[in-house]
């Protein structure tokens, strides 16, 4: 792990898994441009170091960990040594996700049981540990990167589908445990984001689900980054236990 500064004066240390492309990396941006000392947390270093350097050389703070989300243990100990060595975690990110599709009398137990473990388990994991040093500190800003597919299901993401499902749930119960410790825990669902994840997706898939929606475009990363900054901002205190789809208006649930 490398470690640039501590952070014990009052800058929010903000934690983000999956930040190296994508949606994270439009959160990490994000969040460092609104002052949070940001925590790129991906499997391999060399992306999360190029982006350390730019949020750096644009006047911001990061530090760069390479962590595989798929391992719980791992996740866990990532967490514990960044509250040690940063002095806090204020908002904790779950973005990391994975997809496996295929239809569920087609799915296998692996693209089950990987789906399950990166997407959900994950976020469990690294809450558990977090939630700690947020309990001592009367303040934490949870969120977990969902899906609308965990809102109203998706026909090929049997596993996904659950997954999603099971982050809102699980943040719900979050909500509720920690809420009189000043700990809010939240879901962002997006819709259709233009990243990796969704490059590969047939362009009728991408017109069907443009056809859906309200807003007539696909989404970004800043459009989901936006909705993140609000609910990990200190004035967002009294909204916790909700899912927003950021979705333009496809599902408007
Ligand atoms: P992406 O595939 O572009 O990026 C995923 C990020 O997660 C990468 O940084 C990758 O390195 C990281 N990651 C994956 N497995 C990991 C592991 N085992 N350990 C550590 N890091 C790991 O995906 P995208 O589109 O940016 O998605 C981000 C989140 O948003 C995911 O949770 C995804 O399910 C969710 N989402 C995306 C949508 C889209 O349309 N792109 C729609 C709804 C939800």
């Known amino acids: 792990m490398s ?11 903000a934690i983000v898994t999956g930040a190296s492309r994508g949606i994270g990396r439009s959160i ?18 060399p992306p999360l170091n190029d982006l350390k350097s730019q949020i750096e050389s644009g006047g911001g703070k ?31 990110v779950n973005n990391a996700g994975i997809t496996r599709d295929n239809l569920v009398l087609r799915m296998s137990d692996a693209e089950w049981d990987e789906v399950i473990r990166v997407n959900l388990t994950s976020a469990f994991a690294a809450i558990r540990t977090a939630a700690r040093p947020m309990m001592r500190a009367k303040f934490g800003r949870i969120v977990n990167i969902a899906s609308t597919s965990g809102v109203v299901g998706n026909s090929g993401q049997a596993n996904y589908a659950a997954a999603k499902a099971g982050l809102i749930g699980l943040s719900k119960t979050i909500a509720r445990e920690l809420g009189s410790k000043g700990i809010t825990c939240n879901v ?9 994840m969704t490059a590969n997706l047939p362009g009728q898939v991408k017109d069907h689900v443009v056809g859906l929606q309200a807003v007539k475009r696909t989404g970004t990363g800043d459009d989901i980054a936006a909705a993140v900054a609000y609910v990990t901002s200190d004035e ?10 950021v979705d333009g208006g496809m599902t408007m649930c």
């Open 188 to 196: 962002i669902a997006p819709g259709f984001i233009e990243t990796d």
């Open 3 to 13: 470690t640039n500064t501590t952070d014990q004066a009052g800058v929010r240390v």
């Open 62 to 92: 990061a530090t760069a960990v390479a962590c595989d989300v798929g391992d719980a243990g791992a996740v866990g100990k990532m967490v514990e040594q960044i509250a040690e060595q940063l002095g806090r975690v204020d908002i904790l």
């Open 28 to 45: 990490a941006m994000r969040l460092a441009r609104d002052g949070r000392h940001v925590v790129l947390v991906a499997r391999s270093l």
């Open 236 to 245: 967002a205190g009294f909204l916790t236990g909700q899912t927003i789809c």
